[in-house]
């Protein structure tokens, strides 16, 4: 595959000698982990523990940058002055920014590890411009590899960590200790709670467009994301979803018959509702 600029992206880079131990205190991807050449996934969450901004991390320098949506850029760079009070940081903002995917190993880019976790390779590369016809080589390995971004996917403030996989694919910590939201994204990992999950959609025929609602016996499951052909994204219920494949109802996008799968590199399975009454 050829390689794709992203449109529509913005860096918010933070500088200076306590720029990690900052941001360590504040998103949920733990940044001891974070080697030169790796783009974790990460967010800024609500105190309620949703996502409020979504990004991938990569080191720049002595700086952390955050790779975002253009459209979130000034925002997330409003919340983080907030919370700098006198911290030795400096805090800047690049909008637009050059974002290249490349699908091979490329020097000086940094490998997202939300695809190596399901075995594919996708590098990113800042400062390098290509020309493109667009993104749906790109949008495809996403539908494959189960990884969701926020406005395709899912609306901002409207999902949990857990619910885009984030506690599976490396961009959410258990162990670093505190950071906004950790509570309750800590109580829905102990207590197993978690009940909407990111799942891949099939179908025989074209997928509806995006935001439809995925429905069994005209009972709401899900949302219909990103999709191309018969392929896409959503996130579910997986009790409802487990139930109605349990008992072979069929589920619905719109009017078009669709089968439901958990990224198979998340372990996870769907439950059934008989399942969960006796959990």
Request: one cysteine or more.
């Amino acid at each position: 595959m050829q390689p794709v600029s992203l449109p529509d992206r913005a860096f918010v880079t933070v500088s200076g000698q306590d720029a990690q131990d900052f941001l360590q205190a504040l998103i949920t991807t733990d940044l001891d982990k974070l080697t030169d050449n790796e783009a974790l996934p990460g967010a800024l969450l609500t105190p309620q523990g949703k996502i409020l901004f979504d990004f991938v991390v990569t080191r720049d320098d002595q700086a952390i940058r955050l790779e975002t949506g253009a459209d979130q850029g000034e925002a997330l760079l409003k919340r983080l002055t907030m919370y700098k009070l006198r911290a030795p940081i400096t805090l800047s903002l690049t909008s637009p920014a050059s974002v290249e995917i490349r699908f091979s190993e490329a020097n000086g880019g940094f490998s997202d590890t939300r695809f190596a976790k399901a075995g594919q390779s996708v590098w990113r590369v800042y400062g390098s411009v290509t020309e493109t016809t667009g993104t749906e080589d790109y949008d495809r390995l996403r539908i494959a590899s189960g990884v969701a971004v926020s406005g395709a996917d899912y609306a901002l403030q409207d999902a949990f960590p857990h619910d885009v996989l984030m506690d599976k694919n490396g961009g959410l910590s258990f162990k670093k200790g505190c950071y906004v939201g950790q509570e309750v994204v800590s109580r829905m990992q102990h207590r197993g709670t978690a009940r909407r999950r990111v799942v891949t959609v099939t179908s025989d025929s074209t997928l509806p467009e995006t935001g439809t609602p995925l429905t069994v016996n005209g009972r709401l499951i899900g949302v219909l994301g990103t999709a191309i052909g018969g392929t896409g994204l959503a996130i579910v219920r997986t009790d409802k979803a487990g139930g109605a494949i349990a008992a072979g109802e069929p589920i619905l996008a719109g009017d078009v018959a669709v089968t439901l799968a958990l990224p198979a590199w998340t372990g996870l399975e769907f439950p059934s509702e008989a399942d969960e009454a006796t959990a």
